[in-house]
């Protein structure tokens, strides 16, 4: 009588993720840090460029260099919350979002040299900074 042989599971390869993935997970955990940052303590949050406000899950986190750049795309300086009037249907107003940066001491003309930086990514980088503001979110929701 012959005797069938274990059947062994197959090993499965981990296909990787796909860089576009990393970027999509980054930008949702880079765009809900940037809004509750600059959110009180009921987390209410002021636009940038029109001071409306309302809860940080309603407003937008608005680039100044807009995100198409990836070199200042995940920029804490580039970057501020924004409602969707100002973001998308003004363009998200970079005169007055200018005038505002200058007010902080942000310095324009070196963030404006970074976006024509040569940038290039890996999974690795991606996973760092998912990494870094997934802790921060983290420790805010603790």
Known sequence: MATKASKQPLERKIKAKPLSWYKKKLDALFSQYIRRKYADKEGQVKCY?????????????????????LATRFSEENCRPQCVACNLYQRGRPDVFAVNLIKEGVDLEALMKSKYCIFKVDRKWYENLIEKYQKILDERNS
């Open 49 to 69: 460029t029109c001071s409306f406000k309302k809860l940080w899950k309603e407003l937008q986190n608005g680039h100044w260099i807009p995100r198409n750049n």
